[in-house]
């Protein structure tokens, strides 16, 4: 389908990944072109080979480092970028040093991009919406929770200090709360930077890719969790008790980027969420999770034995639609016994 009358060109960093992919798509779709950045000239014609319809909107840059404020200039050289979408910043759980792995390229990250926007924007842009993530919002310490519900009041108290010498679980929950107060703390000090900032908190992202998976080697940490329980014993047991359909939050991206209220807000985009209800929408809807997912205990999934999440900012400042758990299951699931057997043949 062609896209409609073009709104402009924005940037995307982290386009190459799970979330940033449904952005690039949902943007394209939108009416916007795209210029991506990627690390490598591979990696950039990887990503933009995964949307063949699109190609005359997409563009690409190279960055190798987001940290590094010069990297950006090329993107913004034609001065045609109007906003930003930062979903860079990285996600991995198998960390051998959290300064250097976590917590510098997620903050210098996220002020980075907001430098670059001001040096070389010319004052195009207008807005610039950054992934955080409910693990900004969530106080690890205070554990399950019970009763209480998180909005975007709340932050993960965690300091630098601390997640210099935690887990990586927890430094890497740090490392988005630390860049997101960084990007609102860079925005109060530059009041005439001539953009605003939106941030997209989601908690575990579930849902399709925006692409067809060839296997299952390098999926995301969050869709990691579902395939894990495919040929599994057991149904997990609570962990951040929230999920976001990734089209859901490449969707709020988009809003957030465009709805003149979002300007200078943050945004909780997720459900409540147990790994039972998610299972028991699968083995309902098809006859290959019946076979293949634990049966768990069926209907258990009360959200009264901790917390819970309100989500309903979003869709009643964005106008955000949340899609069901139903349509996340079993999309998700689909895609992941594709996958499968993908590589069961190679």
Request: aromatic residues 8%.
């Amino acid at each position: 389908m062609a896209a409609p009358q073009n709104k402009g060109t924005i940037l995307v960093t982290g386009a190459g990944g799970y979330v940033g992919g449904q952005i690039v798509r949902e943007a394209l779709e939108s009416g916007y072109s795209v210029r991506i950045t990627a690390r490598t000239e591979s990696a950039a014609a990887r990503t933009i080979s995964r949307y063949p319809s699109y190609a005359a909107s997409l563009s690409s840059t190279i960055v190798p480092d987001i940290t590094v404020l010069e990297s950006y200039a090329a993107a913004f050289a034609d001065g045609s970028i109007v906003g930003i979408i930062h979903a860079a910043s990285p996600f991995t759980l198998n960390v051998e040093d959290n300064v250097r792995d976590l917590l510098d390229p997620a903050v210098k990250g996220a002020t980075t991009i907001l430098e670059a926007a001001l040096k070389y924007g010319g004052g195009k842009v207008r807005r610039v919406v950054s992934t955080s993530s409910f693990a900004a919002i969530v106080d690890p310490e205070k554990g399950l929770n019970p009763g209480y519900s998180y909005d975007e009041k709340d932050w993960n108290p965690v300091t630098w200090d601390a997640a210099v010498k935690a887990p990586s679980l927890i430094a890497y929950a740090a490392s988005k709360a630390l860049a997101e107060r960084a990007m609102w703390a860079w925005v109060d000090a530059h009041p005439d930077a001539g953009f605003t900032l939106a941030t997209i908190c989601p908690p575990w992202v579930f849902g399709p890719y925006a692409y067809e998976i060839q296997d299952t080697k390098t999926l995301s940490e969050s869709v990691v969790l579902l395939n894990n329980i495919i040929d599994s014993p057991s149904v997990p047991p609570f962990d951040f008790g929230a999920y976001a359909d990734s089209r859901e939050v490449a969707a709020a991206h988009i809003l957030a980027l465009e709805v003149p209220e979002a300007a200078g807000q943050r945004f909780l985009v997720g459900q409540n969420f147990r790994y039972q209800a998610i299972v028991d929408a699968a083995r309902e809807a098809l006859p290959e999770a019946r076979e293949r997912l634990p049966v768990g205990k069926v209907g258990d999934w009360s959200p009264e034995d901790a917390h819970r999440v309100d989500g309903s900012k979003a869709t009643k400042v964005l106008g955000l639609k949340y899609l069901t758990l139903k349509d996340t299951a079993v999309d998700t699931y689909k895609q992941l016994f594709k996958a499968r057997a993908l590589e069961a043949k190679a």
